[in-house]
């Protein structure tokens, strides 16, 4: 799959090579399987400082980055966390800047989250609902807010699992948040 993606790239970075002319400097974003993941291409006519600059719809710089002495890179752009919406990936180098546009929508697979206690003391299930694969990390705090318990689990489809909380004092808090950033919070 790797390879397929990179020789698709190839060629679109050949195709604007040739529409450009030589001697130009040219910048492809290709959007990745991984959801949230762009690799960004550049091919410059020589080598010399290269700035990489990301800005959302409302023009507010969220990354920048110099690189020096290059004429040529791929470098993998994760907006995983990010809002969704237009940003502006603009490369600026001797030559100028060009600028390119992605859409990124931050879809979760999960549904809902669910925490039920069950019939045996200190025991709680919590379920997940879910289409695809999706990573989540599981925080569980006890009755006076401290950490207990924190795991990053990588689920596919629905999904359960049973936690011993005997010993933890209080009432615990069950914090699940998905590979978007969206928490959701359930206090048994």
């Known amino acids: 799959m ?12 050949s195709s ?10 040219r910048v492809v974003v290709v ?13 410059g006519a020589k080598a010399g400082e290269v700035t990489m600059t990301i800005t959302n719809s409302r023009g507010t710089v ?3 980055e110099t690189t020096e002495v290059v004429n040529g890179f791929i470098r993998p752009v994760n907006f995983t966390g990010m809002e969704a ?7 600026a180098d001797a030559s100028g800047k060009q600028i390119q546009k992605i859409a ?19 025991k709680y299930l919590l379920a997940v ?7 989540i990390n599981v925080r569980i705090f006890d009755g006076n807010n401290n950490l207990i318990h924190n795991q990053d689990l990588t689920i596919d489809g629905n999904f359960g699992l049973v936690y011993n909380l005997k010993a933890v004092a209080g009432v615990p808090t069950f914090e699940v948040t998905d590979k978007t950033g969206t928490i959701r919070t359930i206090k048994y």
């Not at 919406?85 to 490369?91: N, S």
């Not at 609902?129 to 990573?135: I, K, R, T």
Request: charged fraction near 20%.
């Open 31 to 43: 959007n990745q399987k991984n959801s949230g993941t762009f690799k960004v291409i550049y091919d």
């Open 62 to 64: 969220v990354y920048t």
């Open 129 to 135: 609902a879910n289409d695809g694969a999706e990573q």
């Open 85 to 91: 919406g237009e940003y502006t990936i603009e490369i």
């Open 16 to 25: 604007v090579a040739f529409a450009n002319g030589p001697g130009t400097p």
């Open 2 to 13: 790797k390879a397929t993606s990179f020789l698709a790239a190839l060629v679109l970075v």
């Open 104 to 122: 990124y929508n931050n879809e979760s697979s999960v549904r809902s989250v669910q925490v039920s206690k069950i019939k045996e003391e200190g």
